[in-house]
């Protein structure tokens, strides 16, 4: 059963161009996240996202950051007109199914952006 | 709403012996607790959760952790130190409110020394 697949793994952009990071939840794993980590930093969430929808978007940057799940195909963070302070790691984790019981995510090798 | 806060954030250790990584937790609820270490330009790992069960934790070579509602603290633990362990870890609290997110500490980066 293959992990999180995240790519690419590391990814240059010239400010101003767009930079698309995708993320293939484990098998039979239907929920996905998004954090993101600056230099020295821990984790932040960005966005949550089922099959074809956004459930939580509330720590995404409101301009240029986009975000979709769609039914076939993997999870992609879509960066518009970059800028040097969206370098960052890009981490997705998928879930099976969060509940109470304890929702465990698991995380891929992450997309390192470098936006000279 | 729920965050946590560890406590250090560098640790220096000699090989062979014990290790203490610090956490506190602040939740409205009884919080699903995690450790995820993550080594240099890797992804995160689970090392053990806490879910209400056990306040005592096992997880993968040989850390565990003690969940402690009184001192709300979940402090991860090692009785001897490997060079391998040399690593960044988080704390981390689920958001129970709904969407279960994480919400991460800002990191202890353990360094082990020969």
């Known amino acids: 059963n293959a992990g999180v697949m995240q790519n690419p793994r590391h990814l240059v952009r010239r400010r101003g161009q767009e930079a698309r990071l995708r993320c293939s939840p484990m098998?039979?794993?239907?929920?996905v996240y998004w954090y993101r980590q600056l230099p020295e930093e821990g984790l932040k969430f960005m966005v949550y996202l089922q099959k074809e929808n956004i459930i939580d978007e509330s720590g995404m940057p409101k301009e240029r950051f986009s975000a979709e799940f769609p039914k076939e195909g993997p999870s992609i963070l879509r960066i518009q007109q970059v800028v040097r302070g969206d370098s960052a790691a890009y981490f997705c984790?998928?879930?099976?199914?969060?509940?109470?019981?304890?929702?465990?995510?698991?995380f891929g090798a992450g997309t390192r952006l470098s936006v000279l | 709403a729920q965050s946590v806060t560890q406590l250090d954030s560098h640790v220096s250790v000699s090989e062979g012996t014990p290790v203490l990584l610090r956490c506190n937790y602040s939740?409205?609820?009884?919080?699903?607790l995690f450790w995820y270490v993550q080594h240099p330009n890797k992804g995160l790992q689970l090392l053990l959760k806490?879910?209400?069960?056990?306040?005592l934790v096992k997880g993968i070579n040989g850390f565990e952790a003690e969940f402690k509602k009184s001192e709300t603290s979940f402090h991860l633990t090692k009785p001897s130190a490997h060079m391998s362990d040399a690593a960044e870890y988080f704390c981390v609290v689920s958001d129970l409110s709904g969407t279960y997110k994480y919400i991460f500490g800002t990191g202890t980066r353990l360094k082990v020394l020969a």
């Open positions: 806490y879910t209400s069960a056990a306040t």
């Open positions: 939740s409205s609820y009884s919080p699903s």
């Open positions: 098998k039979g794993h239907s929920h």
């Open positions: 984790a998928s879930s099976p199914r969060p509940d109470r019981g304890g929702n465990i995510q698991y």
